[in-house]
């Protein structure tokens, strides 16, 4: 998530002994410190996502824009030189990734901020998959258990690691994120007037936030519009709903008498179901964010620890997630009342 960071790199594998492995540590020579200072201050003091709070930051006396950039080239050039000397192992790589995965999350972010204020980002995305006829709506996937979490090498987040087995009863899930088509019928039926279909939590940011629709949709007399990069435009209803929060998902499930899939149900399903369609939206599930048995921090300690106090997960990718990022293993969360994430849901049922 963008209120944690990745962290993540040398595998957590149990060694011989069946004991974690401990986290990499850094072996490069500190060169950062010219380039803080061209930044006229220490770059932590402004950048130092752990300490500089966010109300903070729109006060603070940044360099300008060339500066800035200057910086950022003077340090990626000091990132590939040291490249070029690392081990190419996971260990020697651990620090690369994590810093090219962070800059990918907050490239993500990025998009997510242009479409709240309204700014054109679209062209920065890869044009929408051309949906054909519909797929199956749904999967059955029978009782197993599952190993639940990334196990090996190469780069995981701490947060991912390691895999434990986990009971999965026997379940049937859609095999896409819900369609607007088939969300929509619930705002129009008076889903978001109807109590019974909210949570104690929902129902109160229902009413602090006077939501009534889902967060850039109005209805017009031609029909549902959604604001795209600054632009209302017909709506596609035959899209991916999106920007809708974890709230407002349970509430469609109640309304729908569905419910959302746990994580582990996502990951299986994800791994074995045919026709399994993902990446358009990032997913809300029915879990929250706790560390895996086995779970060791790694370097930044910031990225998922301070994080396990009940967020709900969320699985998949969105189409602004990096390709590189995307993985059907990756943990994703936020608090649930975020609808400026391009997230959604799939939903779920257990077999009789
Ligand atoms: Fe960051």
């Not at 950048?47 to 729109?58: G, L, Q």
């Not at 990918?104 to 204020?117: F, G, I, S």
């Not at 705002?187 to 889902?214: C, H, I, K, M, N």
């Not at 300690?301 to 993985?327: I, K």
Request: glycine residues 8%; hydrophobic residues 40%.
């Amino acid at each position: 998530m963008w209120a944690g960071l990745p962290t993540g790199g040398s595998p957590a594998t149990p060694s011989a002994t069946g004991a974690p492995r401990p986290p990499p540590t850094c072996r490069a020579p500190s060169r950062t410190q010219p380039h803080q200072a061209a930044c006229g201050a220490p770059a932590d003091g402004f950048y130092n996502a752990s300490t500089v709070a966010h109300d903070r930051r729109w006060q603070l006396p940044l360099p300008d824009a060339a500066t800035t950039r200057d910086h950022l080239e003077a340090s990626l050039a000091d990132t590939l030189a040291l490249l070029q000397t690392a081990a190419e192992d996971d260990d020697g790589l651990y620090f690369f990734r994590l810093a090219l995965f962070h800059e990918d999350m907050h490239a993500e972010a990025a998009v997510c901020m242009a479409q709240t204020l309204g700014l054109d980002a679209g062209e920065i995305l890869d044009a929408p998959e051309q949906r054909g006829a519909p797929g199956p709506q749904a999967a059955t996937v029978p009782a197993t258990q599952w190993a639940l979490g990334h196990e090996g090498p190469g780069f995981a987040f701490d947060n991912e690691r390691s895999a434990h087995t986990v009971p999965v009863p026997a379940f049937e899930i859609d095999t896409e994120a819900v369609r607007w088509a088939r969300f929509l019928p619930f705002v129009e039926q008076g889903g978001y007037r109807e109590r019974a279909f909210w949570s104690e939590d929902g129902w109160r940011w229902l009413a602090q936030t006077g939501t009534s629709v889902p967060r850039h949709l109005r209805h017009s007399a031609k029909g549902w519009q959604q604001q795209r990069w600054g632009n209302w435009q017909p709506l596609d209803a035959q899209a991916a709903a999106c920007h809708l929060t974890a709230f407002e998902a349970e509430a469609w499930c109640a309304w729908a008498g569905r419910r959302l899939p746990t994580e582990a149900e996502w990951e299986c399903a994800a791994h074995t179901a045919p026709d399994w369609s993902w990446g358009e939206v990032w997913e809300w599930t029915a879990s929250v964010s706790a560390p895996i048995p086995g779970f060791v921090v790694h370097p930044y300690v910031d990225y998922s620890q301070p994080w396990f106090d009940g967020l709900p997960v969320l699985r998949g990718a969105s189409a602004a997630t990096v390709p590189r990022m995307r993985h059907l293993k990756y943990r994703n969360y936020f608090t649930p009342e975020r609808n400026d994430v391009m997230a959604s849901f799939r939903s779920a049922a257990i077999l009789a």
